[in-house]
């Protein structure tokens, strides 16, 4: 079963920086489109960025764009997200997630929460 | 930009009926590359339907997705009392979500 385990989410204060990874297993990460997905509270679903299968081509929400970098290591079956000068808006849970070649979401982590406070 | 609306915002149904979510896009979604995603309360999404017809691993028949172009349906049959949660449609390319329907017990 594919799974997929997001870390390092938590508080941080307007104009912090913050690194989430995820640790994928049981499929051929080195094969897949991954992304992140965030939820504002109360809200409905964003992407934030998409990467594709060698780390060669990401693309990203205009709302990150700027700040925010997606990244992975196919050796460690890793995908990261570095975001910085956070903002409020910014706080959401976010989410990992595998694209199985179809440009849907098969596959979602549990979500890690990013709350940007004072 | 293209923007995906669902319709509508929040429907109130019984279990045992039938429910039409709608998802309209505002420009013809490229090779149907449409999905639809159910979230519960405190969960990740899970994905039901992809290229806009197929079910995902897993998901019973009683859902079933249609449409073309820029109009396309969520169809529930025999709604169960698990059912009744928040859906998103989301399109490609490039990644959009559309802002949701709450089906909720009537």
């Known amino acids: 079963e594919v799974q997929l385990v997001e870390s390092g989410g938590g508080l941080v204060q307007p104009g912090g920086s913050l690194r989430l990874s995820c640790a994928a297993s049981q499929f051929t990460f080195s094969g897949h489109w991954m992304s992140w997905v965030r939820q504002a509270p109360g809200k409905g679903l964003e992407l934030v960025a998409h990467i594709n299968p060698h780390g060669g081509e990401q693309s990203y929400a205009d709302s990150v764009k700027g700040r925010f970098t997606i990244s992975r290591d196919n050796a460690k079956n890793s995908l990261y997200l570095q975001m910085n000068s956070l903002r409020a808006e910014d706080t959401a849970v976010y989410y990992c997630?595998?694209?199985?070649?179809?440009?849907?979401?098969?596959?979602w982590g549990q979500g890690t929460l990013v709350t940007v406070s004072s | 930009e293209i923007v995906l609306t669902q319709s509508p915002g929040t429907l109130s149904l019984s279990p045992g009926e039938s429910a039409t979510l709608s998802c309209r896009a505002s420009?013809?979604?490229?090779?149907?590359?449409l999905g639809w995603y159910q979230q519960k309360p405190g969960q990740a999404p899970r994905l039901l339907i992809y290229g806009a017809s197929s079910r995902a691993t897993g998901i019973p028949d009683r859902f079933s997705g249609s449409g073309s172009g820029t109009d396309f349906t969520l169809t529930i049959s025999r709604l169960e009392p698990e059912d009744f949660a928040v859906y998103y449609c989301?399109?490609?390319?490039?990644?959009?979500f559309g802002q949701g329907t709450k089906l909720e017990i009537k």
């Open positions: 997630a595998r694209d199985p070649y179809t440009k849907v979401f098969e596959n």
């Open positions: 989301q399109q490609f390319p490039p990644y959009i």
């Open positions: 420009q013809s979604v490229t090779s149907n590359y």
